[in-house]
């Protein structure tokens, strides 16, 4: 099943971002040239880690039967230059022995859609197409188009990973 986000640049550095029904903004810190109104890309990355992985627990947790209270997780990446070169999930859970957590938290490792993704170093394929006034922002160019590129479209960079 494929899933498709489309952002669009609304002022600055500033874009709004469509998921399914939900619009949120993402931006950069005024230090870099955004206006700070909404979170950096790296942010939401990391925010994506610790959001799977907290309800990768929760679901693991509910099907063994138990109820796990609270759970939190933090992510904490490192930065270096253009990525992250590493990153660090540390899970708050509470209500489960030290042997249940064990099992939980290795379930959670195994179906956390998005752990298991960036340690699957994905092929990224970036496409770059002359904007049509008349179609918005991803209407046209979708992440399924083969590599070649059809309807004129040219890859500018395939690597995996990233």
Do not use: W
Request: proline letters at 7%; one cysteine or more; aromatic letters at 4%.
């Amino acid at each position: 099943m494929e899933r498709v986000v489309v952002a669009a640049r609304e002022d600055g550095l500033r874009c709004r971002v469509r998921a399914g029904d939900h619009e949120f903004v993402v931006d950069e810190p005024a230090s870099v040239g955004g206006t700070d109104q909404g979170p950096q890309p790296t942010d939401l990355l990391l925010g994506a880690i610790a959001s799977c992985f907290t309800i990768a627990i929760s679901y693991c947790a509910a099907k063994r039967g138990l109820t796990p209270e609270p759970v939190r997780v933090e992510v904490a990446g490192t930065y270096d230059g253009p990525k992250f070169s590493s990153i660090t999930i540390s899970a708050s859970v509470g209500g489960l022995t030290p042997e249940e957590l064990a099992t939980v938290s290795a379930a959670a490792e195994r179906v956390c859609y998005v752990t298991n993704t960036l340690r699957g170093s994905p092929t990224v394929v970036v496409r770059s197409t002359p904007a049509d006034d008349s179609t918005p922002a991803g209407g046209e160019d979708r992440s399924h188009d083969d590599a070649a590129g059809r309807g004129g479209e040219s890859d500018t960079n395939a690597r995996p990973g990233a």
